[in-house]
């Protein structure tokens, strides 16, 4: 199936490096990012998931959980993780999924439905399954990021996005570009200038469809 923003993402059941996990359940109330790799032992999913370990605590700060999927099994999930954790100095303390079976990638739409692993097959077989996924307590899809197996993610980006998420969720309000948590975000285009100062107080007009207002208080 093809995934656009606002889809309800599909659900699964797997094995991972914390057990059978429905996928759905394991979300729960909160957000979640679930990030792609197309093979265990490789060196910039490497750097990933040592990324993500070392940020955890902010994710978690943010009711978002976060689960990594690989194009391997489980057994040898355990053995990369602990290479992880060497390499980043910190615990992987969320789930990866296997997906030796190309089950998830295949109901993500990060490979084709006849797509199959080759004998001696590299990550270049797998080379699309790098997709960065943010889904709502609604299992909704927020936001995907496609990344080539060449270019790291960046998880701080991942961060201000899901901030930028949270931040205009139930409002009519955007974010800029570059924002961060705090700055001015702009009013939605669905509420007048009146109606943005009645609910914002102070509205700046920098273009009749361009306005700013201080972030809400959290």
């Keep these: 199936m093809t995934l656009?923003?606002?889809?309800?993402?599909?659900?699964?059941?797997?094995?991972?490096?914390?057990?059978?996990?429905?996928?759905?359940?394991?979300?729960?109330?909160?957000?979640?990012?679930?990030f792609s790799h197309p093979k265990d032992f490789t060196p910039v999913c490497t750097t990933e998931f040592g990324a993500?370990?070392?940020?955890?605590?902010?994710?978690?700060?943010?009711?978002?959980?976060?689960?990594?999927?690989?194009?391997?099994?489980?057994?040898?999930?355990?053995?990369?993780k602990a290479d992880v954790e060497?390499?980043?100095g910190n615990p992987l303390n969320f789930p990866i999924f296997a997906d030796d079976k190309l089950e998830i990638a295949k109901l993500y739409d990060m490979l084709p439905a006849d797509a199959y692993l080759p004998d001696?097959?590299?990550?270049?077989?797998?080379?699309?399954?790098?997709t960065?996924?943010?889904?709502?307590?609604?299992?909704?899809?927020?936001?995907?990021l496609i990344y080539p197996m060449s270019v790291g993610r960046n998880f701080a980006e991942i961060l201000r996005a899901l901030d930028a998420i949270i931040a205009t969720k139930g409002q009519p309000l955007a974010t800029p570009a570059d924002w961060q948590a705090g700055d001015d975000m702009i009013v939605g285009l669905a509420l007048?200038?009146?109606?943005?100062?009645?609910?914002?107080?102070?509205?700046?007009?920098?273009?009749?469809?361009l306005r700013k207002v201080k972030a809400p208080a959290a």
């Design 4 to 34: 656009r923003i606002n889809d309800t993402v599909p659900n699964f059941t797997a094995d991972s490096t914390e057990g059978t996990l429905n996928f759905h359940d394991w979300i729960g109330d909160s957000y979640a990012i679930l």
């Design 52 to 80: 993500a370990a070392a940020m955890a605590g902010q994710f978690a700060k943010r009711n978002c959980k976060i689960a990594g999927v690989s194009i391997d099994p489980v057994e040898e999930h355990l053995q990369w």
């Design 86 to 88: 060497k390499v980043s």
């Design 120 to 130: 001696g097959r590299t990550a270049n077989d797998s080379a699309t399954v790098r």
């Design 132 to 144: 960065t996924f943010i889904i709502g307590p609604d299992k909704k899809l927020e936001l995907a």
């Design 192 to 209: 007048d200038t009146d109606a943005a100062r009645e609910k914002f107080g102070d509205v700046e007009v920098v273009l009749p469809y």
